[in-house]
C-alpha cells in the first residue's frame, strides 16, 4: 500500500466550503447566498437601484463580473449606469444571429410613449435647477398627453382610458416610483438611462409626425429592446 502523492488528497476545505454554500438538498451553486439573492433580484425585477435596493447593490458592486457571468449564461446581458446607480438585464444581441430570448418584445403605445418623453424632460430640468428628487403629478401627465391628442380624435373617453392605463404601466414598471399620494409620483433615475438624447430627440420627432398626420394616431411605437427589457410584463405586479 502506497502513500497518496499531496496533489491527490481530497481538498477537506473545498468541500467544507461547497457543503456550506447548499441552501437546499442536492444544491450544488457555487455562489454565496448574497450573490444569489442578488441574480435574483435582477431576475425578477425589472431594475435594481442604490436606492431602493441598497444591500442587493453592494453585492452587485462587489461581484459585478461574476453576476454578468451567470446573466450571460442566460443569454442576459447586464447594465449598469453608475453615476444613476441603476443596475437591468438586457436581452443579449449577436448581430442578425438570433439567440434565445426570455424576454418579451412588445410595441409600446403612444400614450407611453408621450408621458415617457414628458417624463424624461421633466427630470433632466428639475434636476438642472437643483431638485434631487423630481415628482409629478397624475394631472399633469394625463394633461400631456391631451395636449398630444390629434385635432380630430372625439373619443375623449377611451383617450383617458389609454392615458391612465400608460401612466400605470410606467409605475407597475418603476419608471414612476408610487408615493403616499396615490395621484402623485417620484420620477425614477432610470428614465435617463432608458432615454438619452438621441433617443429622446428620435421619439419627439415621432410623436410630431404623429400628430400631423404623417403616420396612423393608434399605430404603436416600434419595438425598443431598452424600453421593452424594462417594460416587458409592466401589466402585472411585482410579488
Not at 420627432?205 to 424600453?227: F, H, M, R, V, Y
Request: glycine letters at 4%; one cysteine or more.
Amino acid at each position: 500500500m502506497t502513500d497518496l502523492d499531496a496533489g491527490d488528497e481530497p481538498n477537506v476545505e473545498d468541500e467544507e466550503e461547497h457543503t456550506s454554500l447548499a441552501m437546499f438538498e442536492g444544491d450544488t451553486s457555487t455562489l454565496f447566498p448574497d450573490q444569489r439573492r442578488c441574480l435574483n433580484a435582477l431576475l425578477k425585477y425589472r431594475y435594481l437601484s442604490a436606492d431602493r435596493n441598497p444591500g442587493q447593490w453592494a453585492v452587485l458592486m462587489a461581484n459585478t463580473d461574476l453576476i454578468r457571468s451567470r446573466l450571460n449564461d442566460l443569454f442576459l446581458d447586464l447594465q449598469v449606469d453608475r453615476v444613476h446607480q441603476i443596475a437591468f438585464k438586457r436581452q443579449a444581441t449577436n448581430g442578425d444571429e438570433p439567440l434565445p430570448s426570455l424576454l418579451r418584445v412588445s410595441s409600446h403605445t403612444k400614450e407611453e410613449t408621450i408621458v415617457m418623453v414628458y417624463l424624461r424632460r421633466r427630470f433632466r430640468t428639475q434636476r438642472q435647477e437643483g431638485d434631487d428628487v423630481v415628482f409629478v403629478d397624475r394631472q399633469a401627465l394625463l394633461d400631456e398627453v391631451a395636449d398630444m391628442r390629434p385635432v380630430d380624435a372625439t373619443n375623449l373617453a377611451m383617450d383617458r382610458k389609454r392615458a391612465d392605463k400608460a401612466i400605470e404601466s410606467l409605475a407597475s414598471a418603476g419608471v414612476l416610483l408610487r408615493t403616499g399620494d396615490p395621484d402623485r409620483f417620484q420620477i425614477s433615475p432610470i428614465v435617463e438611462v432608458l432615454m438619452p438624447v438621441e433617443k429622446l430627440r428620435a421619439l419627439w420627432t415621432w410623436l410630431i409626425e404623429t400628430n400631423q398626420g404623417g403616420t396612423d394616431p393608434d399605430e404603436d411605437l416600434p419595438a425598443d429592446e431598452t424600453l421593452d427589457d424594462l417594460l416587458v410584463d409592466a401589466d402585472e405586479e411585482e410579488s
